[in-house]
Protein backbone atom coordinates (compact mmCIF):
# COMPACT_ATOMS: atom_id res chain seq x y z
CA UNK A 1 0.00 0.00 0.00
CA UNK A 2 2.81 2.26 0.83
CA UNK A 3 4.38 1.56 -2.73
CA UNK A 4 1.40 3.08 -4.10
CA UNK A 5 0.62 6.26 -2.27
CA UNK A 6 4.24 6.72 -2.93
CA UNK A 7 3.82 6.58 -6.40
CA UNK A 8 0.59 8.72 -6.48
CA UNK A 9 2.41 11.12 -4.70
CA UNK A 10 5.23 11.62 -7.71
CA UNK A 11 2.75 12.00 -9.94
CA UNK A 12 1.17 14.64 -8.71
CA UNK A 13 4.75 16.29 -8.17
CA UNK A 14 5.42 16.03 -11.44
CA UNK A 15 2.02 17.14 -12.91
CA UNK A 16 2.49 20.45 -10.19
CA UNK A 17 6.12 20.66 -11.55
CA UNK A 18 5.03 20.95 -15.17
CA UNK A 19 2.18 22.98 -14.55
CA UNK A 20 4.83 25.85 -12.42
CA UNK A 21 6.89 25.30 -15.24
CA UNK A 22 4.33 26.34 -17.71
CA UNK A 23 3.10 29.34 -15.59
CA UNK A 24 6.28 30.49 -15.33
CA UNK A 25 7.01 30.54 -18.78
CA UNK A 26 3.66 32.70 -18.89
CA UNK A 27 4.45 35.31 -16.61
CA UNK A 28 8.01 35.17 -18.84
CA UNK A 29 6.59 35.92 -21.84
CA UNK A 30 4.21 38.22 -20.93
CA UNK A 31 7.13 39.88 -18.90
CA UNK A 32 9.58 40.25 -21.47
CA UNK A 33 6.31 41.78 -23.80
CA UNK A 34 5.01 44.52 -21.28
CA UNK A 35 9.08 45.61 -21.86
CA UNK A 36 9.33 45.43 -25.33
CA UNK A 37 5.91 47.72 -25.33
CA UNK A 38 7.61 49.92 -23.13
CA UNK A 39 10.46 50.69 -25.07
CA UNK A 40 8.74 51.08 -28.07
CA UNK A 41 5.88 53.68 -26.01
CA UNK A 42 8.89 55.80 -25.09
CA UNK A 43 10.49 55.78 -28.47
CA UNK A 44 7.27 57.28 -29.40
CA UNK A 45 6.62 59.49 -26.78
CA UNK A 46 10.50 61.10 -27.33
CA UNK A 47 9.77 61.52 -31.30
CA UNK A 48 6.60 63.05 -30.26
CA UNK A 49 8.51 65.34 -28.13
CA UNK A 50 11.19 65.95 -31.19
CA UNK A 51 8.34 66.42 -33.81
CA UNK A 52 7.01 69.46 -31.61
CA UNK A 53 10.79 70.43 -30.51
CA UNK A 54 10.97 70.63 -34.22
CA UNK A 55 8.24 72.89 -34.98
CA UNK A 56 8.68 75.52 -32.21
CA UNK A 57 12.38 75.55 -34.02
CA UNK A 58 10.72 76.50 -37.13
CA UNK A 59 8.18 79.15 -35.52
CA UNK A 60 11.66 80.52 -33.91
CA UNK A 61 13.57 80.65 -37.10
CA UNK A 62 10.93 82.41 -38.82
CA UNK A 63 9.90 84.76 -36.46
CA UNK A 64 13.62 85.86 -36.11
CA UNK A 65 13.82 85.95 -39.87
CA UNK A 66 10.77 88.06 -40.14
CA UNK A 67 11.81 90.91 -37.39
CA UNK A 68 15.71 90.30 -38.03
CA UNK A 69 16.13 88.53 -40.89
CA UNK A 70 18.96 86.90 -39.21
CA UNK A 71 18.27 83.45 -37.14
CA UNK A 72 21.04 83.65 -34.85
CA UNK A 73 24.19 85.81 -33.85
CA UNK A 74 26.02 84.86 -36.84
CA UNK A 75 22.83 84.26 -39.41
CA UNK A 76 24.13 81.16 -40.03
CA UNK A 77 23.60 78.78 -37.27
CA UNK A 78 21.39 78.81 -33.61
CA UNK A 79 21.17 76.69 -31.10
CA UNK A 80 17.59 76.77 -28.88
CA UNK A 81 16.28 74.47 -26.52
CA UNK A 82 12.60 73.52 -26.30
CA UNK A 83 11.01 72.36 -23.51
CA UNK A 84 13.70 73.76 -20.53
CA UNK A 85 12.09 73.22 -16.95
CA UNK A 86 8.96 71.35 -18.31
CA UNK A 87 8.36 68.08 -16.86
CA UNK A 88 8.95 65.00 -18.93
CA UNK A 89 11.40 66.61 -21.38
CA UNK A 90 15.51 66.46 -20.15
CA UNK A 91 16.21 69.12 -18.03
CA UNK A 92 18.18 71.61 -20.23
CA UNK A 93 15.56 70.94 -22.69
CA UNK A 94 15.62 69.02 -26.21
CA UNK A 95 18.85 70.84 -27.88
CA UNK A 96 17.09 72.18 -31.80
CA UNK A 97 19.75 73.11 -34.08
CA UNK A 98 18.40 75.75 -36.82
CA UNK A 99 21.03 76.41 -39.88
CA UNK A 100 20.40 78.84 -42.92
CA UNK A 101 22.39 78.44 -45.61
CA UNK A 102 22.25 81.16 -47.85
CA UNK A 103 21.25 80.92 -52.18
CA UNK A 104 21.07 77.28 -51.97
CA UNK A 105 17.19 77.02 -52.54
CA UNK A 106 15.54 77.35 -55.65
CA UNK A 107 16.14 80.17 -57.75
CA UNK A 108 18.89 81.28 -55.36
CA UNK A 109 16.79 81.75 -52.16
CA UNK A 110 17.80 80.61 -48.41
CA UNK A 111 17.75 77.34 -47.04
CA UNK A 112 16.99 76.55 -43.66
CA UNK A 113 17.87 73.04 -41.90
CA UNK A 114 16.46 72.77 -38.33
CA UNK A 115 17.79 69.40 -36.64
CA UNK A 116 16.83 68.00 -33.17
CA UNK A 117 18.35 64.38 -31.73
CA UNK A 118 15.79 62.84 -29.29
Known sequence: MAGKTFRRKAIVLVIVLGIALVVSTLVLAVLSLMTQQSRVAESKIKRIRAFYALQGGMVNAVENLRKTNS????????????????????????????????????????TITINATY
Open 71 to 110: IGGSGTLNTIYIGQGVSGYPAAGIPVNIMRSNGTGLSGTD
